[in-house]
């Protein structure tokens, strides 16, 4: 291979893999605090249909921003009051987070824009450049294609990941959100509120999925189309389970998804010796396969937080 062709290869799996990291680190922050998170998925739809919606009418790239972070915190916030609250099901209000933002971005799309769902695309001031554009020329095509040739969006994925790992193992709130999400009787016993633990935890993902949503409409896409998330967020709960709960496994997972799915866009078309030409609806197929593969083979092997999932009840 030359330069050129891995360095093109190493960029389309960074590009491809930032939503992942995004999501998988809003999944780590959460069930680490002991809240089970399926509307990864749902969030992140939301989230780009506001950044799109929001870019579209405002041509602001700032405002564009902020929508899908508003929206993703309010749905979070949602599946707190659902879950952490009133103790509901996080299985079913994850799911039910995630069929609400499928049907109500579809709907919202039709009736402000008359488009089939679609946003208006939206205009080059609002989307996401990449921040040395020629660098390749001066530098390479290895360096500059693979490492230099992304938007801020890319770096700050990157930038995330340390900085989630340090939270969670190097600060005393960290440390809390982790002591929650193994004992929670314990946490409130020593006069630490669970719910405000567990909310924060949850608005911190909110966030992320708010910059994982903006991230497609504003860097890979150039308007919101209906599903267009495509089942990223549950590739990105996967990555998150096989990643041990950690940010640092779950970005490399992140980075094997990406790099799968890279490798797959490059090979519609091809033909392979005594095979022919690859279809296309398999190569489409490949990250979800490693998706089911990675889950049947180490889904067994990996500890759960110990309060995952379970609501908790104030002791009186």
């Not at 360096?143 to 969670?168: D, E, K, Q, R």
């Not at 193994?182 to 966030?207: C, F, K, Q, T």
Request: proline share 4%; aromatic share 6%.
């Amino acid at each position: 291979m030359d330069d050129f062709l891995i360095g093109t290869l190493i960029g389309s799996t960074l590009r491809v893999a930032t939503p992942l990291i995004f999501c998988a680190l809003a999944g780590v922050i959460s069930e680490r605090s002991g809240v089970i998170d399926i509307g990864l998925e749902g969030k992140m739809l939301a989230a780009a249909f506001a950044a799109g919606a929001a870019g579209a009418v405002t041509g602001s790239t700032s405002l564009a921003l902020l929508a899908a972070t508003g929206v993703a915190v309010l749905c979070s916030l949602l599946h707190g009051y659902a879950c952490v609250s009133h103790r509901g099901d996080q299985v079913v209000s994850g799911m039910a987070i995630n069929i609400i933002a499928a049907g109500t971005t579809v709907v919202l799309g039709i009736a402000w824009f008359a488009q089939g769902g679609q946003t208006p695309a939206l205009p080059d001031s609002v989307r996401l450049h990449a921040l040395w554009p020629e660098a390749a020329a001066r530098v390479g095509d290895l360096l500059g294609n693979g490492l230099l040739g992304h938007s801020g969006m890319v770096y700050l994925a990157l930038l995330l990941v340390a900085g989630v790992w340090w939270l969670l193992q190097r600060t005393s709130i960290g440390l809390r959100l982790r002591a929650v999400g193994e004992n929670p009787h314990m946490v409130d016993a020593a006069g630490v509120s669970v719910l405000r633990l567990r909310y924060g935890a949850l608005m911190l993902n909110g966030v992320l999925c708010g910059l994982a949503g903006s991230y497609l409409v504003m860097a890979q896409n150039a308007a919101f189309s209906p599903h267009m998330t495509a089942g990223r967020g549950y590739m990105a709960l996967a990555a998150m389970i096989f990643g041990k709960w950690r940010p640092v496994q779950g970005f490399a997972a992140c980075l094997l998804f990406g790099f799968l799915d890279a490798v797959a866009i490059r090979l519609q078309g091809a033909v392979l010796p005594g095979i022919g030409e690859v279809p296309v609806q398999l190569i489409q197929a490949l990250p979800y396969l490693l998706t089911v593969i990675l889950l049947a083979g180490f889904i067994g092997r990996t500890r759960a937080p110990s309060a995952l999932g379970l609501p908790y009840l104030k002791e009186r």
